[in-house]
């Protein structure tokens, strides 16, 4: 018989066995229960975290023979959807049905009444890849599908769906799994696999996974076929070209210890053993944050990745400053990364100037009194005339200052006093970006965006056609002097009014920049939501004004759209398709 995949093997058959997604098991159940069934779904969420599964799910509650809301898993209904050959539970692939012809044979099939179930349930995956015809095609039907038909649409990008779609569905959002649904259910799976494993190694694997249960059982079948059905954590290591919570430690230290020629061995070592450098950045970032995180509260709890061993080590390297120095340049290194073919001088930069910041040596309590200057002591001018010059003295304390007086001066009318004369200290002007001058600046509140723009659903919307006009408009001068500035959004971060926006911005990756607009880029959909919302566009021009000194309409994409849309842009000119700057205009217009 022929191997089964771990994650075909343990597809959950119940509502159960679904591991996390408690909030959409529960609606669902509730729904079966009280007959309240809708006509179309729609499960929306990142990779491998249970869309097709619980949809199957939900269509064996519907069929089952002991009654709609089980799932008995016995009954011909119930095992027909388990091995995929149910004649009433359809699954199709968009990706390589999106014609508007495979939608009109769907629907003509749709008025057909059911072979075996109660109803027909159309599964349609990746449902974001059908063409706008065939979308408009299926809307009717949708819409108002016969009684015996239900419609569970899943997709990993929602938003490349038309609204008059989602309009129709009700929409369960799919989330990723925490480390502890995901730590469970393995270690279920390899109990069951009666395979011997240890924690570090289950550990590394959830870290692998991103929370995604289809991609944790993957790893671990590679894995086992790697080490004959053992789970090693150095086998891992070795599988995914991966370094050691050790090695990494072993690197900043010597990094924050300025012992140069010993990262550049370690460097030349991992791009030499092929290591992802993308996520060894990711994970000396991670550590840095949790060494930082450790010396402010001293608390063991927050350690995920680092034990407490490796924590006082780091700690006794690095000081707050050089912890905040070094996060910025592994920030910035994961920044540019998505610039470049070639990262390994980036990653390589990056640690070059962490070892230029040597270790800050403890102070002790002396060093930490101020020292004056000669220049800077006031100067005690006293004023005697010989012929009255007596030896008796009298000292009079005032501002703790001691001032020295003839006794026989005071009998005299008191003359003016001279002042003491100390230099003060230039004080520094306050900068633009002082979240207390904001009131100084003026800033135009009307908003700006494209003629074009589509308004659907509280946001903006761009069309294709649009968002290659401006990348063909745009101008690099324009971008390079943005670029320059953007580290200075992080000024904004204590602002009560713009420290949450000013960090989305500061996240972004910028795309393209023409005079009045800046398409940027981001790796998750849900920061790019934030952006295109129309109630937001206000403080983001704000920003824009407050720290680049222009006022220009923010749009976002999310990294695949800006993928897809680069390719068109570069096909387009491959084959001079496109229109000539000079003859594009894009009119913006202002509330």
Same mark, same amino acid.
């Given at each position: 018989?022929?191997?089964?995949?771990?994650?075909?093997?343990?597809?959950?058959?119940?509502?159960?066995?679904?591991?996390?997604?408690?909030?959409?098991?529960?609606?669902?159940?509730?729904?079966?229960?009280?007959?309240?069934?809708?006509?179309?779904?729609?499960?929306?969420?990142?990779?491998?975290?249970?869309?097709?599964?619980?949809?199957?799910?939900?269509?064996?509650?519907?069929?089952?023979?002991?009654?709609?809301?089980?799932?008995?898993?016995?009954?011909?209904?119930?095992?027909?959807?388990?091995?995929?050959?149910?004649?009433?539970?359809?699954?199709?692939?968009?990706?390589?049905?999106?014609?508007?012809?495979?939608?009109?044979?769907?629907?003509?099939?749709?008025?057909?009444?059911?072979?075996?179930?109660?109803?027909?349930?159309?599964?349609?995956?990746?449902?974001?890849?059908?063409?706008?015809?065939?979308?408009?095609?299926?809307?009717?039907?949708?819409?108002?599908?016969?009684?015996?038909?239900?419609?569970?649409?899943?997709?990993?990008?929602?938003?490349?769906?038309?609204?008059?779609?989602?309009?129709?569905?009700?929409?369960?959002?799919?989330?990723?799994?925490?480390?502890?649904?995901?730590?469970?259910?393995?270690?279920?799976?390899?109990?069951?696999?009666?395979?011997?494993?240890?924690?570090?190694?289950?550990?590394?694997?959830?870290?692998?996974?991103?929370?995604?249960?289809?991609?944790?059982?993957?790893?671990?079948?590679?894995?086992?076929?790697?080490?004959?059905?053992?789970?090693?954590?150095?086998?891992?290591?070795?599988?995914?070209?991966?370094?050691?919570?050790?090695?990494?430690?072993?690197?900043?230290?010597?990094?924050?210890?300025?012992?140069?020629?010993?990262?550049?061995?370690?460097?030349?070592?991992?791009?030499?053993?092929? !290591?992802?450098? #993308?996520?060894?950045?990711?994970? =000396?970032? +991670?550590? &840095?944050? $949790? %060494?930082?995180?450790?010396?402010?509260?001293?608390?063991?709890?927050?350690?995920?990745?680092?034990?407490?061993?490796?924590?006082?080590?780091?700690?006794?390297?690095?000081?707050?400053?050089?912890?905040?120095?070094?996060?910025?340049?592994?920030?910035?290194?994961?920044?540019?990364?998505?610039?470049?073919?070639?990262?390994?001088?980036?990653?390589?930069?990056?640690?070059?100037?962490?070892? !230029?910041?040597? #270790?800050?040596?403890?102070?002790? =309590?002396? +060093?930490? &009194?101020? $020292? %004056?200057?000669?220049?800077?002591?006031?100067?005690?001018?006293?004023?005697?005339?010989?012929?009255?010059?007596?030896?008796?003295?009298?000292?009079?304390?005032?501002?703790?200052?001691?001032?020295?007086?003839?006794?026989?001066?005071?009998?005299?009318?008191?003359?003016?006093?001279?002042?003491?004369?100390?230099?003060?200290?230039?004080?520094?002007?306050?900068?633009?970006?002082?979240?207390?001058?904001?009131?100084?600046?003026?800033?135009?509140?009307?908003?700006?965006?494209?003629?074009?723009?589509?308004?659907?659903?509280?946001?903006?919307?761009?069309?294709?056609?649009?968002?290659?006009?401006?990348?063909?408009?745009?101008?690099?001068?324009?971008?390079?002097?943005?670029?320059?500035?953007?580290?200075?959004?992080?000024?904004?971060?204590?602002?009560?009014?713009?420290?949450?926006?000013?960090?989305?911005?500061?996240?972004?990756?910028?795309?393209?920049?023409?005079?009045?607009?800046?398409?940027?880029?981001?790796?998750?959909?849900?920061?790019?939501?934030?952006?295109?919302?129309?109630?937001?566009?206000?403080?983001?021009?704000?920003?824009?004004?407050?720290?680049?000194?222009?006022?220009?309409?923010?749009?976002?994409?999310?990294?695949?759209?800006?993928?897809?849309?680069?390719?068109?842009?570069?096909?387009?000119?491959?084959?001079?398709?496109?229109?000539?700057?000079?003859?594009?205009?894009?009119?913006?217009?202002?509330?």
């Amino acid at each position: 018989m022929a191997y089964k995949a771990l994650y075909r093997t343990y597809r959950p058959t119940s509502f159960d066995e679904v591991a996390g997604q408690q909030h959409i098991v529960k609606t669902l159940k509730n729904a079966l229960l009280s007959n309240k069934i809708a006509h179309a779904y729609l499960f929306a969420g990142p990779r491998g975290t249970g869309k097709t599964s619980i949809a199957k799910i939900f269509a064996k509650s519907l069929n089952c023979d002991e009654g709609i809301g089980h799932e008995c898993n016995h009954c011909k209904n119930c095992l027909a959807v388990n091995e995929g050959s149910h004649p009433d539970v359809i699954e199709i692939d968009a990706a390589s049905n999106n014609g508007v012809e495979e939608v009109r044979d769907l629907i003509d099939k749709v008025k057909y009444s059911p072979i075996l179930g109660r109803y027909k349930v159309y599964i349609i995956d990746e449902v974001h890849m059908m063409s706008s015809g065939a979308f408009n095609a299926l809307l009717k039907t949708l819409e108002e599908p016969p009684e015996h038909v239900i419609f569970i649409l899943a997709t990993t990008e929602p938003h490349k769906i038309l609204p008059t779609i989602l309009s129709r569905c009700q929409r369960y959002d799919f989330s990723k799994l925490s480390d502890v649904e995901i730590k469970d259910r393995l270690k279920y799976v390899l109990e069951k696999e009666d395979v011997a494993f240890d924690d570090r190694a289950v550990d590394l694997i959830i870290s692998l996974c991103d929370g995604g249960m289809r991609d944790a059982l993957s790893i671990l079948d590679q894995v086992l076929a790697y080490s004959q059905n053992r789970l090693n954590y150095n086998d891992i290591l070795d599988i995914f070209s991966l370094e050691s919570t050790d090695e990494k430690v072993a690197l900043l230290k010597d990094a924050g210890k300025s012992n140069t020629a010993k990262v550049l061995e370690r460097i030349d070592r991992y791009i030499t053993k092929g !290591s992802d450098i #993308k996520r060894l950045t990711s994970d =000396l970032l +991670d550590i &840095l944050k $949790e %060494v930082l995180i450790y010396k402010r509260t001293r608390s063991e709890q927050y350690l995920r990745i680092i034990n407490l061993g490796q924590a006082n080590d780091l700690s006794a390297v690095y000081s707050d400053k050089l912890l905040q120095e070094a996060m910025d340049y592994m920030l910035n290194a994961v920044k540019d990364f998505k610039s470049v073919n070639n990262i390994n001088p980036i990653f390589e930069i990056a640690l070059l100037k962490l070892c !230029s910041n040597r #270790k800050q040596e403890p102070t002790t =309590l002396v +060093d930490t &009194l101020p $020292e %004056v200057p000669p220049e800077t002591q006031p100067h005690i001018p006293v004023s005697i005339t010989p012929a009255r010059f007596e030896p008796k003295v009298e000292e009079k304390k005032q501002d703790d200052v001691v001032e020295i007086i003839p006794k026989e001066a005071t009998k005299e009318p008191a003359k003016e006093e001279v002042k003491p004369e100390i230099k003060e200290e230039k004080k520094e002007q306050p900068s633009i970006l002082d979240t207390t001058n904001f009131s100084n600046v003026k800033i135009d509140t009307r908003v700006i965006y494209p003629k074009k723009a589509l308004l659907e659903e509280g946001g903006y919307r761009l069309e294709e056609s649009l968002i290659i006009d401006i990348m063909t408009v745009s101008k690099k001068e324009i971008k390079a002097s943005l670029l320059a500035n953007w580290d200075k959004l992080a000024s904004l971060a204590a602002d009560p009014k713009y420290s949450a926006k000013a960090t989305l911005l500061h996240d972004a990756h910028l795309l393209v920049a023409t005079k009045d607009i800046a398409l940027l880029e981001y790796d998750l959909t849900n920061k790019v939501n934030k952006v295109n919302i129309i109630n937001n566009q206000a403080d983001f021009q704000a920003i824009f004004q407050l720290v680049f000194k222009k006022k220009m309409f923010v749009y976002a994409l999310d990294r695949s759209e800006s993928v897809d849309y680069q390719q068109k842009f570069r096909n387009l000119k491959q084959v001079s398709k496109l229109s000539k700057p000079e003859t594009i205009q894009i009119d913006m217009l202002g509330e």
